[in-house]
């Protein structure tokens, strides 16, 4: 349920690469993981001795400097300055902004806050965060709808790190039922293609305990 988390897994699934995912609960403070990341925020992506490596969009920096620039034509970061600039801005807007106008919000309400105790924020979900986060979703998912009727790929004519953080936080949003898919075929048919992908496959299996997807969650074509 956290979209950074899940941008990641999609980039190493995107370059073939495995990890060994650790289910973490970061209002927890757990010593072992503020050794790790102070700042107890996700994601972490600690790879043999080397230190931590904090945040999906510096762990997506350093894993185009460690795979992508070795992947030729499957990168996910473009070669001109340009390209890498639009790829960089979307993936910051559906990480950063989108998450803290609508992903955060819903995750926390309506997941969260049934696993957390009442002295770590727990408690009856907020209808006016929920309200709000729902009125700000229809604005990000026209915007993805215009991106994907005026491009390829939401960056542009290659799949980027743009397409992997924005089918991050859309999953998790589809998976709660908060997207009204009919309000804009064009972003349906661009998370249609990103479902369709190998890297995309697991989050499709998985089930958050407690809380069942929406019916259509799993299927390709719905």
């Not at 908060?178 to 890297?199: G, N, T």
Request: proline share 6%; charged share 30%.
């Amino acid at each position: 349920m956290s979209a950074a988390s899940r941008f990641v897994r999609l980039v190493l699934g995107e370059y073939g690469e495995r990890a060994e995912l650790v289910d973490e609960r970061p209002w927890e403070r757990r010593p072992e993981f503020l050794a790790m990341n102070p700042a107890a925020t996700l994601p972490v992506l600690v790879e043999g001795k080397g230190p931590p490596v904090v945040g999906g969009t510096v762990v997506a920096e350093y894993l185009d400097e460690t795979r992508g620039a070795f992947q030729r034509e499957r990168r996910l970061l473009a070669e001109q300055p340009n390209e890498r600039a639009e790829i960089r801005r979307l993936t910051e807007w559906f990480l950063v902004k989108m998450d803290g106008e609508v992903t955060r919000y819903l995750v926390r309400e309506r997941v969260f806050k049934l696993e957390m105790r009442t002295n770590e924020g727990g408690g009856s979900p907020d209808a006016s965060a929920i309200r709000a986060a729902r009125a700000n979703l229809k604005n990000h998912m026209r915007y993805i709808g215009w991106l994907a009727e005026s491009r390829n790929w939401l960056s542009g004519p290659k799949l980027s790190y743009a397409d992997l953080a924005a089918a991050s936080a859309v999953s998790i949003l589809d998976y709660l039922g908060e997207v009204a898919w009919d309000e804009e075929p064009s972003a349906k048919e661009w998370y249609m293609r990103m479902k369709s992908r190998p890297s995309f496959r697991p989050f499709l299996a998985e089930r958050v305990r407690g809380i069942p997807p929406v019916a259509h969650y799993a299927e390709l074509d719905f």
